[in-house]
């Protein structure tokens, strides 16, 4: 890909150059998280050695300078994620706080008895679970989405199942099993005709293609930091304006109230009311780094790349004797999710583990997924901007010579 050198972005990135089992490391586990660039790990290490301090309440020049660099991160992530204003983005641990604040917050307030909140086959338990949750309390319904056999979701059952009833779909915007791209805008548009509520889940998504919450029209759109080269611990919410402007807090504490009385307490604005104690204010600041190091070498050179390496991995792995591939729809991430005929999953990644090689086997927090391909268990090799066509064939070498064995 023209103007695009994986090589450039394995350089700033030191735990690549690290040995596993006395073999140069293969990460293929980009799924689960992504490693970090000096960059990161350098903005991190550089806000706790001359920056340190809580932000908001102090009356001191350190704490004016981290609430700067907070807000500074506030402003990036909205400019990252196409946001109308960086209120509308709110700070959480990850993917999963965002989805349970959103559930606990606008849904206990909008749903009830007979209301239906739509949720595709395909999803992590994130983003399953809490709507069971919120679900059991208002006894409102969480309703499948089927899927085809290529792992793509039915868009015939969805457009059947959308009622006056749907409150809310929800969706990833790439499935971190079958690495389905659902087509989002057009779902979401559909889901508007019926006053429903459209939740994006982009843990899988914001690293590897470009991102616009407004072009999509979505009213809520979450991600973690760990699976786009920042740090663990913290996210990002983004909520329609409106939407967010309506929402009530979810936990109380410091930092989200405007005064507080035993008669009588009032919230913050937006998104501040959403943020209660001290948040990860270090956090935010390698998440931002992370944002401009990835934007640095072009998104939509990024995601040539990374498809071209798909398709080279697809290829390259037809090789492996009874290997198969679970998700073959037409719009994928580099995600491949795989079993081997008579091979028990743990046994694979161990013994690619034992060639420096890391890949994850279980359910990958998607059981129905899964039961969709009717396995219980599967390993899967999660491609990144880092990875080359070199580590593609250290994977399929390993895999050859494990079917070879015994
Ligand atoms: N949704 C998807 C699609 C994911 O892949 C993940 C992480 N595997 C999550 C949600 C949860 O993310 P986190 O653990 O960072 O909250």
Not at 171 to 200: D, F, I, Q
Request: with cysteine; aromatic share 8%; hydrophobic share 40%.
């Amino acid at each position: 890909v023209p103007g695009f050198s994986p090589e450039a972005a394995r350089r700033d990135v030191p735990i690549l150059h690290r040995t596993v089992n006395g073999r140069p490391l293969v990460w293929l586990d980009n799924g689960a998280t992504t490693q970090k660039p000096r960059q990161v790990i350098e903005a991190l290490a550089g806000f706790y050695a001359t920056a340190n301090s809580n932000i908001h309440r102090g009356a001191h020049t350190m704490a004016r300078e981290a609430t700067e660099m907070y807000e500074a991160g506030r402003a990036g992530v909205a400019q990252f994620l196409g946001a109308p204003s960086p209120e509308s983005i709110v700070f959480v641990r990850g993917t999963t706080e965002g989805i349970n604040l959103v559930a606990q917050s606008w849904g206990r307030d909008n749903l009830g008895p007979g209301d239906d909140i739509l949720v595709p086959v395909l999803e992590h338990h994130a983003n399953i679970v809490p709507w069971q949750q919120v679900a059991k309390e208002t006894r409102a319904r969480v309703v499948p989405v089927p899927l085809r056999p290529d792992g793509s979701i039915d868009q015939d059952a969805y457009a059947d199942l959308l009622s006056m009833r749907t409150q809310l779909v929800v969706l990833s915007h790439a499935s971190n099993v079958l690495g389905t791209v659902p087509p989002v805008k057009e779902m979401a548009a559909l889901a508007h005709r019926y006053g429903a509520k459209v939740l994006v889940d982009g843990a899988q998504a914001v690293a590897h293609f470009p991102v616009d919450v407004q072009d999509l029209d979505a009213d809520f759109y979450v991600f973690s930091g760990h699976k786009i080269y920042g740090p663990t611990g913290i996210g990002a919410l983004y909520a329609r304006p409106e939407v967010l402007e309506e929402m009530a807090p979810w936990q109380g504490g410091g930092n989200m109230i405007e005064s507080v009385s035993f008669e009588r307490t009032t919230f913050a604005p937006a998104p501040h009311r959403f943020e209660a104690g001290t948040g990860h204010i270090s956090g935010v600041v390698g998440l931002l780094s992370a944002l401009q190091w990835l934007s640095s070498f072009g998104r939509s050179a990024v995601a040539q790349y990374e498809t071209q390496l798909m398709t080279y991995a697809q290829q390259a792995l037809t090789a492996v004797p009874g290997l198969e591939v679970l998700g073959t729809a037409a719009e994928r991430i580099g995600v491949l999710t795989f079993t081997l005929a008579g091979r028990d999953p743990a046994d694979i990644a161990g013994w690619l583990d034992r060639d420096g090689i890391a890949v994850r086997a279980g359910h990958h927090c998607a059981q129905p997924s899964l039961a969709h391909y009717g396995v219980q268990a599967a390993a899967r090799a999660s491609l990144a901007l880092y990875n080359t066509g070199e580590e593609v064939d250290r994977l399929v070498e390993s895999l050859l010579r494990l079917q070879k064995s015994d």
